[in-house]
């Protein structure tokens, strides 16, 4: 594919073309990435998550300046919730990054949440891949901690960091419990603002027992990102996980799980538009769904009985079939 090539020697608007073909979920898509495989694994994908307005888009930026200090490329891909009034964020967002949407060796791409369970778009995925084939040294996710996002940001970043802030609503307790879990490093940012030596404290009394993985212990960094203070610290942090995930034969077995595990998500996804497709056109399904109108049997003994109808299974098996040509 022509478009792939261009990408490939590093026409930027080549790949922001297939970026957009990875977000309309076109049928290609697939084959694109597939073409692609051997130029995949190289980028390292960096995941932050937490608390809307915790200051991680400040974050994303300052981290940014550092990696293009020493030379590497950056894929940043923000991702916001589709909300009418995240229009503001976005627009926040590109106006603090301008200084890097000059530098042709920084891409950033704006993602709308769209996925069915409020978790992250499965697009979010090929995007990461499509960077990472265009040779970005690292990718950045941004994920707007609302949700399920940040859980999912597990399954594909390579090191996560946590973002918190000492202001109100966001305490120890109300540290969802996923996100503890998820967090190679923990920023407590915004360090000026009282409360957050208490913070940091309260952080690493929680991340000292017990460790997740013996060979790397959570670190918990004050930062503030707004005024440029403990980003280096967190840049070597980063870099000494890489290292120990990376030493420990980690980092290959995370991605190979990250891999079954999109393999898995992606039969489950579309075997369940399937049948939902399916459903509608259903002359079996029609059959019990006319007995449960009219009361004759309960929803959960109808349901029952239609997943135990051969003939319903049949029915969509033809379907299939014919759908394919086959
Ligand atoms: N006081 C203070 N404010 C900060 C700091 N870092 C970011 N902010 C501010 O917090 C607000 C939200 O930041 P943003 O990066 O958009 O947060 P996000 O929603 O997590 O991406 C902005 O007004 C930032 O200027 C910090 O270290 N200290
Ligand atoms: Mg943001």
């Known amino acids: 594919m022509e478009l792939v090539s261009r990408m490939l020697s590093g026409d930027r608007n080549a790949l922001a073309r297939l970026i957009s073909l990875a977000e309309e979920e076109r049928p290609e898509v697939p084959d694109i990435l597939e073409s692609l495989k051997d130029h995949l694994g190289r980028g390292y994908l960096i995941g932050i998550t937490g608390v809307p307005g915790g200051g991680k888009s400040t974050l994303v930026d300052r981290l940014t300046r550092i990696?293009?200090?020493?030379?590497?490329?950056?894929?940043?891909?923000?991702?916001?919730?589709?909300?009418?009034?995240?229009?503001?964020?976005?627009?926040?967002?590109?106006?603090?990054?301008?200084?890097?949407?000059?530098?042709?060796?920084?891409?950033?791409?704006?993602?709308?949440?769209?996925?069915?369970?409020?978790?992250?778009?499965?697009?979010?995925?090929?995007?990461?891949?499509?960077?990472?084939?265009?040779?970005?040294?690292?990718?950045?996710?941004?994920?707007?901690?609302?949700?399920?996002?940040?859980?999912?940001?597990?399954?594909?970043?390579?090191?996560?960091?946590?973002?918190?802030?000492?202001?109100?609503?966001?305490?120890?307790?109300?540290?969802?419990?996923?996100?503890?879990?998820?967090?190679?490093?923990?920023?407590?940012?915004?360090?000026?603002?009282?409360?957050?030596?208490?913070?940091?404290?309260?952080?690493?009394?929680?991340?000292?027992?017990?460790?997740?993985?013996?060979?790397?212990?959570?670190?918990?960094?004050?930062?503030?990102?707004?005024?440029?203070?403990?980003?280096?610290?967190?840049?070597?942090?980063?870099?000494?996980?890489?290292?120990?995930?990376?030493?420990?034969?980690?980092l290959v077995s995370s991605r190979t799980d990250h891999r079954v595990q999109e393999f898995r998500e992606r039969v489950q996804d579309e075997l369940f538009s399937r049948i939902c497709r399916h459903l509608d056109r259903s002359g079996r399904f029609a059959k019990y769904l006319k007995k449960v109108q009219a009361h004759e049997t309960g929803p959960s003994k109808a349901a029952a009985d239609l997943l135990n109808d051969n003939a319903f299974w049949d029915e969509w098996y033809r379907e299939e079939r014919e759908g394919r040509g086959g």
């Open 67 to 250: 990696m293009r200090g020493k030379g590497h490329s950056v894929g940043i891909i923000a991702v916001d919730p589709s909300s009418p009034f995240s229009g503001g964020a976005l627009l926040g967002d590109r106006l603090r990054m301008q200084q890097h949407c000059m530098d042709s060796e920084v891409f950033i791409r704006s993602m709308a949440t769209r996925g069915a369970h409020g978790g992250l778009p499965g697009t979010v995925r090929s995007v990461a891949k499509l960077m990472d084939a265009s040779g970005k040294d690292y990718i950045i996710i941004e994920t707007a901690g609302v949700g399920q996002t940040e859980l999912d940001i597990m399954k594909i970043a390579d090191t996560i960091l946590v973002v918190l802030t000492p202001e109100g609503g966001d305490s120890i307790q109300s540290l969802k419990a996923g996100l503890l879990e998820i967090a190679d490093i923990f920023v407590v940012n915004k360090a000026d603002r009282p409360g957050s030596e208490q913070m940091v404290q309260n952080l690493l009394s929680l991340v000292h027992s017990p460790t997740r993985y013996p060979w790397w212990q959570t670190p918990v960094l004050p930062v503030q990102a707004a005024n440029d203070v403990g980003v280096e610290e967190l840049w070597c942090q980063i870099e000494k996980h890489r290292a120990a995930k990376e030493e420990m034969g980690f």
